[in-house]
């Protein structure tokens, strides 16, 4: 019914760069918050960062400053540019969306299959 399809992550060095990008389709009326999370290998997943329909946006401490999340709505995009990289970011990202689905009373969220990051010299 409603797909989240990430992108971008790889392997970089630390102080690089990243761009994710997470793609929502399917039967999609409208999408409220936005989001990433991720989850490092032996720890629990955590907020990365969200941005809400009006772009209105909150971040993880840990990335304040060096992530910058964004949104296309008029193509049900969602993107992370991630800069000066550290080794403790490693993890998978996960996209996470709120959706308003056709024929669905209801908002739900919604989560992609995630996508690794690697930072390592």
């Known amino acids: 019914q409603v797909q989240l399809v990430e992108s971008g992550g790889g392997l970089v060095q630390p102080g690089e760069s990243l761009r994710l990008s997470c793609a929502a389709s399917?039967?999609?009326?409208?999408?409220?918050?936005m989001g990433w999370y991720r989850q490092a290998p032996g720890k629990q997943r955590e907020l990365v960062a969200m941005?809400?329909?009006?772009?209105?946006?909150t971040y993880g401490d840990s990335v304040k400053g060096r992530f910058t999340i964004s949104r296309d709505n008029a193509k049900n995009t969602v993107y992370l540019r991630m800069n000066s990289l550290k080794p403790e970011d490693t993890a998978v990202f996960y996209c996470r969306a709120h959706i308003n689905k056709f024929q669905s009373p209801y908002p739900t969220w919604s989560w992609g299959q995630g996508t690794q990051v690697t930072v390592s010299s």
């Open positions: 399917g039967s999609i009326f409208s999408i409220n918050d």
């Open positions: 941005i809400t329909s009006f772009g209105t946006t």
